[in-house]
């Protein structure tokens, strides 16, 4: 399994992270890839960033990058949330595999019937993650039926605000940012 190269997914989540005002809050980057979202969390003042992927090279490529900044952020080997016990966060990012596979052969990319697979199984286990006025800024195509989501979540009482896009010449992508 190789660590994933930022693309034009990366680089829209990216840009809304840096708007954020991370200043004292703990924050988990969730598939953390080659790290840029991290990155951008530590330089909008993040206080802690929980650094967490299922694939073990992607936490050494990252931590080789991260070795002048130990303290701020913390590694862990994790299947979603499965590894990060009770911890609770006031802000989370995730940029997860979404694109429709019959398998989850490539975890970087393939997110399993309609690419919902990973995206389905945060969206059942995020909550008793959250501090209280949690952001969560979640990235979502098109091709995962963005509108579900957006549903599903209002359904559950979080507040769902669409704070960036993108057409692609065969999808959309959306950023979702959720308030409970
Ligand atoms: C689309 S890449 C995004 C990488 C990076 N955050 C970025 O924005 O460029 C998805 C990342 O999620 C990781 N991932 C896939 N399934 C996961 C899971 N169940 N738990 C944790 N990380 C997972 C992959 O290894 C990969 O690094």
Redo the contacts with the bound molecule.
């Keep these: 399994?190789q660590?994933?190269v930022?693309?034009e997914?990366?680089f829209l989540?990216?840009e809304e992270i840096k708007k954020e005002d991370l200043n004292g809050k703990k924050c988990l980057?969730?598939?953390?890839?080659?790290g840029?979202?991290a990155k951008a969390m530590f330089f909008s003042n993040a206080q802690k960033v929980f650094c967490?992927?299922?694939?073990p090279k992607?936490l050494l490529f990252v931590q080789k990058k991260l070795v002048n900044f130990y303290g701020k952020f913390v590694l862990i080997e994790?299947?979603?949330f499965s590894s990060l016990g009770k911890e609770k966060f006031d802000f989370i990012a995730f940029?997860?595999?979404y694109l429709p596979s019959k398998e989850i052969k490539w975890?970087?990319?393939d997110g399993g019937k309609k690419g919902r697979e990973?995206i389905d199984?945060f969206l059942s286990q995020f909550k008793k993650h959250l501090n209280a006025n949690a952001i969560v800024l979640l990235l979502i195509s098109s091709l995962n039926n963005d509108k579900e989501i957006i549903s599903f979540l209002e359904k559950k009482g979080f507040v769902v605000e669409v704070v960036a896009s993108k057409k692609l010449f065969f999808e959309e992508l959306f950023v979702l940012r959720i308030k409970s």
Excluded at 29 to 34: A, E
Excluded at 52 to 55: K, L, P, Q, T, Y
Aim: no cysteine.
């Design positions: 399994m660590v994933y930022p693309q997914d990366s989540l990216e980057d969730l598939g953390i890839g080659s840029i979202q967490v992927d299922i694939n992607a994790s299947d979603l940029n997860p595999p975890k970087d990319l990973i199984k």
